[in-house]
């Protein structure tokens, strides 16, 4: 299953709404996920089955969607959210990861 | 308190061998889903392989033939051993597992380089 994102980068302000769209090259029910990674760290967990929040995520971070449309939100971007978030399928082996967003500082 | 520590990473030649190690604590390792997944420098993520509470074990097809996942319940420690290694295997491989929630990658470790170069 290939999983697209986009856009691939975002150049956005502080305070920010952002939303994130990842598609499915076929329908994956709701197993999908979303991670965040800043430079030289391993990736974390912020979203899992499409919308829930993991535990310790702030509220600011929404997911939604189901099928093979997802988009992640983020609402007032603060300077630690500005990082790379990857989307990924985990319904069917092998599990996939979309390319991921860079989010930069206008 | 969940804690992923990898380990075994290096400078390793075409068509050698490495074994990387990923000591768990704050769970047991033989209950949980784990897996390798590998990002090349300044690129995306990558899933490697996981090996289910049951024992079963899956592999990217670009990996399927030359790496073995396994665990040692003793030492509460996963494995991935890497045999013919390529350049394209050139990577920091992280250990991730899925504790409670349905996602495979609840919590990652801080991932160990391998570089495959002569």
């Known amino acids: 299953i290939q999983m697209t994102q986009s856009p691939s980068s975002l150049s956005v302000s502080v305070g920010d709404r952002v939303t994130i769209t990842c598609r499915a090259s076929?329908?994956?029910?709701?197993?999908l996920a979303w991670f965040q990674q800043k430079p030289g760290k391993a990736p974390k967990s912020l979203i899992y089955g499409a919308s829930s929040l993991q535990s310790g995520v702030p509220s600011k971070f929404s997911g939604s969607g189901s099928g093979t449309d997802f988009t992640l939100t983020i609402s007032s971007l603060q300077p630690e959210d500005f990082a790379t978030y990857y989307c990924q399928q985990y319904n069917s082996y092998p599990y996939t990861f979309g390319q991921g967003t860079k989010l930069e500082i206008k | 308190e969940v804690q992923l520590v990898e380990s075994g990473g290096g400078l390793i030649q075409p068509g050698g061998s490495l074994t990387l190690s990923c000591a768990a604590s704050g769970f047991s390792a033989s209950r949980n889903y784990m897996s390798w997944v590998r990002q090349a420098p300044g690129k995306g993520l990558e899933w490697v392989s996981v090996?289910?509470?049951?024992?079963?074990?899956y592999y990217a097809d670009s990996v399927k033939g030359r790496f073995t996942i396994s665990r040692d319940i003793s030492k509460n420690t996963l494995y991935l051993e890497m045999n013919s290694l390529r350049a394209e295997d050139t990577a920091t491989y992280y250990c991730?597992?899925?504790?409670?929630?349905?996602?495979?990658?609840?919590?990652w470790g801080q991932g160990t380089l391998v570089t495959v170069s002569p």
């Open positions: 076929r329908g994956i029910s709701n197993y």
């Open positions: 090996i289910d509470s049951g024992g079963s074990t």
């Open positions: 991730a597992v899925n504790m409670v929630t349905t996602s495979p990658f609840d919590e």
